[in-house]
Structures are given as structure tokens and as C-alpha cells.
């Protein structure tokens, strides 16, 4: 008897694993909310590792990322600087990618401006929950980042249409801050994008014109829809 007692007990006061870690997805998604509260802008270094699965190659990028939130827009400039210098601009909706070597700005205009703001500035400066929105979510336990503890989340995209192109998000939160340290995007090819950040600075003043194409006379611009 005492033996059916102890499984019994067992059984009603043990929490499954599934419930922990869906209370451990709600107390993160939760730090999120509140850093997003805070947040006005940041700035970071970057290595972005796009590896290509055919060849078995991997390509790298290196550079700074500010990100700034205005009104109820997010605003971002990733300057590449290695291995050729290259300026990627978020702004009202718009993504623009000037290449100084042609002299040329190529603006992508996406149909869904929500959509895309939340994909470009993911981990900065969003709402957690407002992630539900867009994605299926688990949490996947802890992980130390560069002597950092984090919160490793998996991100489905609801929509079909993305997951033509993305087939899913891994992103390593430093819930201490509400920012990515980490974020692989895989896409169904089994091509991805590796981005690690560093010497994040949150809510340091950054000066206007980082948000600014150093363009010339002479550059030319092409625009695409997407």
C-alpha cells in the first residue's frame, strides 16, 4: 500500500517538463516586455556566418548594428566593414543596401512593414509576447554565452508563406538585459545565418546621422517590391 501511495503522490504533485518550460517561456517572453519598456536605442558589434549547404561553405561578415526606436518605429543600421564595407538601413518600412564599391542603393519595399521590423531588430528592443503573434515558441533550457547565462528559445513562423523561406529561429536571450546575444536562422535549404553580438551598449545617445546613407553625387538607386 504504501508503495501505490508514493506513485500516486508522485503522479499529482510532480510537474511535468512540458509546464516548467512553459513557465520558463512565459518568465522570459515577460523580461522582454519589461526591457522594451526601457528601451530607446542601442549599438553593437557583430559576426554574421551565412553557411551555404551545397557547397559546405561559410562566408563572414563582420560590422556594428544601432538600432533606435522612434515613435512607433524601430530604425536600424548595420554597417558592415569586413569583408567589403557594405550600410543595410531600416527605416519607415524601407530596407535600403548601399554598396560604396558600385555606388549604388538598392531599396526593398516588403508588403507587411510590422512583419519586417520585427524580423530585422529581433531580440532588440521587442515585446516578448508580441512574438506570439508571429511565432510558435518553446524554450530549450539554458546555455552560457560567452560567460553569460541565456535563455535559448526556438521561434516557428505561423505563417506559411515565411516558412517557405525560414523554416525556424534559434535566439540565446540574456534575459538580465532583454537583448540576443545569439540568433541562427535556418532556412528549409538547410542553409543559415549564424549572427553573434557584442559590446552591446543599451541607451547610449548615438548621433543622428548613423541613421544616414553616406551616399554620393553619383549614386544610383534601385528600388525593388517584396
Known sequence: MRGWLLAVSALLFCTP???QNDRALEA?????????????????????????????????????????????????????????????????????IYQPQIDQVTVYTPGNREEVESFMTLGFGGSGHALLKSFEMKYLGKEDIGGTETAKLDLVPKSEKVRNNLAHIILWIDTGRGVTLQQQLFEPSGDYRLAKYSD???????????????????TKTVSTQG
Open 28 to 96: 522570459v517572453l515577460t523580461d522582454l516586455d519589461n526591457a522594451a519598456t526601457k528601451f530607446r536605442m542601442a549599438e553593437a558589434s557583430f559576426v554574421w556566418d551565412q553557411y551555404q549547404k551545397v557547397v559546405n561553405e561559410t562566408d563572414t561578415q563582420k560590422g556594428k548594428v544601432y538600432l533606435r526606436r522612434s515613435g512607433k518605429d524601430m530604425q536600424m543600421m548595420a554597417e558592415i566593414t569586413e569583408p567589403d564595407r557594405k550600410y543595410v538601413l531600416l527605416n519607415e518600412g524601407k530596407i535600403q
Open 200 to 218: 552591446i551598449q543599451i541607451n547610449q545617445k548615438l548621433p543622428d546621422n548613423v541613421f544616414k546613407l553616406k551616399t554620393t553625387g553619383k
Open 17 to 19: 517538463a512540458w509546464a
